[in-house]
């Protein structure tokens, strides 16, 4: 050990007094040769990565189908329409327009030929202006090769539903999941709480009518 250690010595100090002596240019040029066989160029295996080819539009709209139920008035099908802009890559406002239709209530039904409503009275229609916010973007793995960007949100607004031939000032609240297709085409499903007040069974107060839809909007 101690002889290998004393040629490791001899034979570096022999090195430096060879590079000493020799002329400016060559000592560096010798350097420069020594660092380069000294360095180790790391192997590194490149991934080639695809960025999500998302569509730069700012307008989203498209059809909504789903359930509502109304309160005191049962569970009945829902549709609409929905147009938003995204103004940012977190916020967004959305207009939507829908409609759906009362059930009779337990006491109608109980009591045969009492009607609270007429027909065109059960009808439901709704507008709405609201601002959502994205909270949590992310992706979505299908068989283990395919990967779609989703973003779940929380949404709230205002508007005016028309109901038991009244126009009621309106707040809604709610969440909702977005899965992007392609570059274009987008699912939502979205969860939302209609809130106004009615006086229908002889008190006034805040319903709470509950609705869950989905919905296929295009960008453009």
């Not at 002889?3 to 010798?30: D, H, I, K």
């Not at 508007?159 to 085409?185: K, P, Q």
Request: aromatic share 12%.
């Amino acid at each position: 050990m101690e002889n290998r250690t004393r040629f490791l010595f001899l034979s570096t100090a022999a090195l430096l007094g060879t590079v000493t002596l020799l002329p400016c240019e060559a000592a560096e040029t010798l350097g420069e040769s020594l660092r380069e066989e000294l360095l180790v160029e790391p192997e590194i295996a490149r991934r080639e990565i695809r960025e999500p080819e998302i569509d730069a539009e700012d307008f989203e709209v498209g059809a909504y189908v789903g359930l509502m139920n109304i309160e005191d008035f049962g569970t009945g099908v829902l549709y609409g329409a929905r147009l938003a802009y995204h103004g940012t890559d977190a916020i967004f406002l959305e207009a939507a327009i829908g409609a759906g239709k009362a059930e009779e209530t337990s006491y109608e039904r109980l009591s045969g030929d009492v009607r609270l409503l007429t027909d065109s009275e059960r009808k439901l229609t709704y507008y709405s202006l609201s601002a959502g916010y994205n909270i949590l973007p992310g992706e979505v793995f299908l068989a283990g090769k395919y990967a779609y960007n989703s973003q779940f949100y929380l949404i709230g607004g205002i508007g005016s539903t028309r109901f038991a031939g009244d126009d009621e000032f309106t707040v809604n609240l709610g969440a909702g999941y977005r899965l992007l297709i392609n570059d274009w085409l987008t699912l939502h499903l979205d969860a939302r709480d209609h809130m106004f007040e009615s006086d229908l069974l002889g008190e006034t107060k805040t319903t709470h009518n509950f609705a869950l839809h989905g919905s296929l909007t295009v960008f453009f």
